[in-house]
Nanobody, 124 residues
Framework: QVQLVESGGGLVQAGGSLRLSCVAS????????MGWFRQAPGKEREWVAS????????HYADSVKGRFTASRDSAKNTVYLQMNSVKPDDTGVYYC?????????????????WGQGTQVTVSS
């Protein structure tokens, strides 16, 4: 019912910047909170950031706080993740997902629909 497509991943040097986008279709984007997750090879998927669609309130994992910024453009059904001062540990596949109504914000089980992911590689 809801399809999400991430884009914007690629290779970036440590200290550089990258902006990821996630476009939703099939359901009004205004009704959902959104989350960003990432997964590095051999590691568990981890929560990165979340944003409410109504007020645009954001929350961040400690590992990215102060460096990453989530935002949304409700008119375009799009959320973004601006990644600044990136580190090699930021490398991984980044996913966006729609939050389940009434769920929390920090775990994969709190989200319902997921995009296919976009690869981010940070070189040192």
């Amino acid at each position: 019912q809801v399809q999400l497509v991430e884009s914007g991943g690629g290779l970036v040097q440590a200290g550089g910047s990258l902006r990821l986008s996630c476009v939703a279709s099939g359901r009004s984007f205004k009704l959902y909170g959104m989350g960003w997750f990432r997964q590095a090879p051999g590691k568990e998927r981890e929560w990165v950031a979340s944003i409410s669609m109504n007020g645009g309130v954001t929350h961040y994992a400690d590992s990215v706080k102060g460096r990453f910024t989530a935002s949304r453009d409700s008119a375009k059904n799009t959320v973004y993740l601006q990644m600044n001062s990136v580190k090699p540990d930021d490398t991984g596949v980044y996913y966006c997902a729609t939050r389940r109504i009434g769920s929390g914000w920090h775990y994969g089980t709190d989200y319902h629909y997921w995009g296919q992911g976009t690869q981010v590689t940070v070189s040192s």
